[in-house]
């Protein structure tokens, strides 16, 4: 799927964040990368896929959250040896500093020839928290700098959270959208 858009871009996956159908996405859109990054409230779960999933990590990954202790419950897997940063956000973040969060942490990261991801988990909770133009302003501004970077970004969305004229209008912003289920993609 990556390569219909040559592996820089936007991709919407239309599934339910911790399934097989979205950490089998997660794996097509990451394992090529030298550089991932996400943005998740479950950091957890990200780790755990990274290191069970991937045969090996990107080169180097970045996880932004809210999570005050996002590690706190894995023990099984030595992040002390994994090419992995952490950014803590405020909870009260505003839209704007967490693009420029996104946008900066690329920057340090990103080499003339490094093959970047960024896997946006919160898209579902950028619509509850926020009406659904202030959300497609953010996107559409965060999707044009990222494709400066030449990035290929992933973002997951609950199609069963979110109104389908929501979806609808949401469409519009990617260069693919796909339905992610099992080991299966379909695009929209």
């Known amino acids: 799927m ?5 592996r820089v871009g936007n991709i919407l996956i239309l599934s339910p964040l911790e399934t097989a159908g979205a950490d089998n996405a997660r794996v097509h859109f990451t394992s090529p990368a030298d550089v991932a990054v996400f943005v998740t409230n479950n950091p957890a779960e990200r780790v755990r896929f990274l290191d069970n999933a991937l045969q090996s990590w990107p080169a180097w990954t970045t996880i932004l959250t809210t999570k005050a202790q996002p590690f706190a419950d894995v023990t099984d897997i030595d992040l002390e040896a ?3 940063d952490i950014a803590i956000l405020d909870k009260g973040v505003s839209m704007t500093e ?3 969060t996104l946008v900066r942490v690329l920057d340090e990261q990103q080499t003339s020839n490094s093959r970047l991801t960024v896997g ?3 898209l579902s909770e950028l619509l509850r928290l926020f009406d659904t133009e202030t959300a497609f302003k953010f996107v559409h501004v965060l999707n044009s700098r990222l494709a400066n970077m030449d990035a290929l970004t992933h973002y997951y969305l609950n199609p069963n959270a979110q109104p389908e004229s929501e979806i609808n209008v949401l469409k519009e912003l990617f260069d693919l959208q796909i339905r992610a289920k099992g ?3 379909r695009t929209v």
Request: cysteine-free.
């Open 98 to 100: 967490l693009g420029e």
């Open 2 to 6: 990556a390569d219909r858009i040559d």
């Open 82 to 84: 994994a090419p992995l």
């Open 183 to 185: 080991s299966r993609f």
């Open 120 to 122: 946006f988990d919160i």
